[in-house]
């Protein structure tokens, strides 16, 4: 009898992968097809950072990820999640505690490839960062802060969390995290995204309200791709390391009062990042020291012993996991 039920949920968890795989490979095909075609006609648009960005967001959220939807609705049988309320209280420490968590995982995340970058004798760029900061900040806008949360969050909350919750929350949480996490293949956003998912799949779980975590998911974005650009550019780091390398007084003079609003965006932007860490720290120690983060089980217990085996050694997931963790290392490697 065990064996039937590790077999079936096997198969459950393969087809899930399976699904997000040959959605991948949609993705892949639906961005490669426009950025061939303008690299054959129109080569020069490809330098301009803001249209090479549109030929690849339009083709993943109005191609790709619809038919990956398609394909896990079809696919992959769901549950019915309970829905249930939070309190304006409740969501604001619950953005705290993202908040900190997040941005700690970040440290966590350039601190790896820093000492990553310093083995392999290069710099391991950060993808998202380079993106938000060559682009136009309306563009980031409404990629990173209007469109992204929305799909991200049916995709890798709903679409995942309505087909795993039968075998517990924990189940369901840990494989919206890392399939989220993966998904973005560089590490320095596996890390966070592992975390942002992570949580947010558990307060998925616990209100079977989308809403809360497309708000909260729109809130980290708009933060970390919208504020935390403005901040940096204001600072216009290439006149900083010019003024402050050259140990003139008159030229550090110069750059300092020059860029006072940039200095002062900046400093109010650390600030609040520390404190979201120390504040969310509090809370989450908080919340696990009053057992506040209970994971329950689901309908369907996974055999015992046979946790991993069961959601990760299936052909769909295998296909899923490599083929993005490929896209890791390679990233590390570039």
Known sequence: ?????????????????????????????????????????????????????????????????????LLVKKGVPAEQIERHSISGGKFAVAA???????????????VMTFFIGLIKGNVVNNVIANVAMSVSIWL?????????PFMEEYVFRKLIVDRTVKYGQGVAVLMSGLMFGLFHGNLNQFVYAFALGSFLAFLYVKTGNLKITIALHMMINFMGGVVSVLALKGLDMEAYQEAFLSGDTALITAYLGGHLGGLLLYGIYLFFVVGMIIAGGVLIIIALAKK??????????????????TLLLNPGMILYCIFWISMIIWQLLA
């Open 1 to 69: 009898m065990e064996k039937i039920m590790e077999n079936t949920a096997k198969k459950q968890f393969s087809r899930l992968g399976l699904m997000f795989f040959l959605g991948t490979l949609i993705i892949y095909a639906a961005q490669l097809i426009p950025m061939t075609i303008v690299q054959l006609v129109k080569p020069e648009w490809l330098d301009n950072p803001d249209i090479s960005l549109i030929l690849s967001v339009l083709p993943l959220y109005l191609v790709g990820m619809p038919l990956l939807i």
């Open 96 to 110: 705290i505690m993202c908040f900190g968590l997040v941005y700690l995982t970040n440290i966590i995340a350039n």
């Open 140 to 148: 980031v806008v409404l990629y990173m802060v209007l469109i992204a």
């Open 292 to 309: 506040r983060f209970v994971l329950e089980p689901g309908q369907e217990a996974l055999p015992a012993g046979k946790g991993f085996s």
